[in-house]
T-cell receptor, first 118, second 115 residues
Framework: AQKVTQAQTEISVVEKEDVTLDCVYETRDTTYYLFWYKQPPSGELVFLIR??????QNEISGRYSWNFQKSTSSFNFTITASQVVDSAVYFCALTGLLKGGSNYKLTFGKGTLLTVNP | SAVISQKPSRDICQRGTSLTIQCQVD?????MFWYRQQPGQSLTLIATANQGSEATYESGFVIDKFPISRPNLTFSTLTVSNMSPEDSSIYLC????????????FGQGTRLTVV
């Protein structure tokens, strides 16, 4: 069975601070994909990144960066110079490949509520 | 980027009634997924909507309570039947997109309150 653990329930920072959101996963699949989503108060789920199990390169997109470490089964997310607009719930998610093709379903962590104070 | 339109965006319903949520994708997809997010909780998969066959339900979810239709490759509906306050949640549809169908996009969600 797949499992995603986001140990940080809530994080509160002051604007311009850097913040790292932790994600640890468990899977028996050899091929899998990891995701991060942002859910602002409005409720929609905003896709941030997908990382496949074969690619351990870290990725940077503007103020966002992701650190994928297969050895520790972690996929952590760092926001540099946080802003008030970053306040949201952030979900880490995992999927493997189902039999017969690339269709899949996601297993989500419980989410981390990030509050960035001015 | 992918467009997944979901409606209604929110509703307040009386207990005992049913609500049908619609999900429209802007291109053909083999599978669509329905999730539930109870207040303050994470997302839980309800079922996988397959075109041309019955939906596949996850443990704890049954067809009588959450009937799903998938009439074509761009559309699906989820009905929440005989609602109770415990059904108050955000319901989201999802479709895999992108190269290799490995990017999961979501609709904006339906915020349901049952009174």
């Amino acid at each position: 069975a797949q499992k995603v653990t986001q140990a940080q329930t809530e994080i509160s920072v002051v604007e311009k601070e850097d913040v790292t959101l932790d994600c640890v996963y468990e899977t028996r699949d050899t091929t899998y994909y990891l995701f991060w989503y942002k859910q602002p108060p409005s409720g929609e789920l905003v896709f941030l990144i997908r990382r496949n199990s074969f690619d351990e390169q870290n990725e940077i997109s503007g103020r966002y960066s992701w650190n994928f470490q297969k050895s520790t089964s972690s996929f952590n997310f760092t926001i540099t110079a946080s802003q008030v607009v970053d306040s949201a719930v952030y979900f880490c998610a995992l999927t493997g490949l189902l039999k017969g093709g690339s269709n899949y379903k996601l297993t989500f962590g419980k989410g981390t509520l990030l509050t960035v104070n001015p | 980027s992918a467009v997944i339109s979901q409606k209604p965006s929110r509703d307040i319903c009386q207990r005992g009634t049913s609500l049908t949520i619609q999900c429209q994708v802007d291109s053909q997809v083999t599978m669509m997924f329905w999730y539930r997010q109870q207040p303050g909780q994470s997302l839980t998969l309800i079922a996988t909507a397959n075109q041309g066959s019955e939906a596949t339900y996850e443990s704890g979810f049954v067809i009588d309570k959450f009937p799903i239709s998938r009439p074509n490759l761009t559309f699906s509906t989820l009905t929440v039947s005989n609602m109770s306050p415990e059904d108050s949640s955000i319901y989201l549809c999802s479709a895999p997109r992108g190269q290799g169908n490995t990017e999961a996009f979501f609709g904006q969600g339906t915020r349901l309150t049952v009174v």
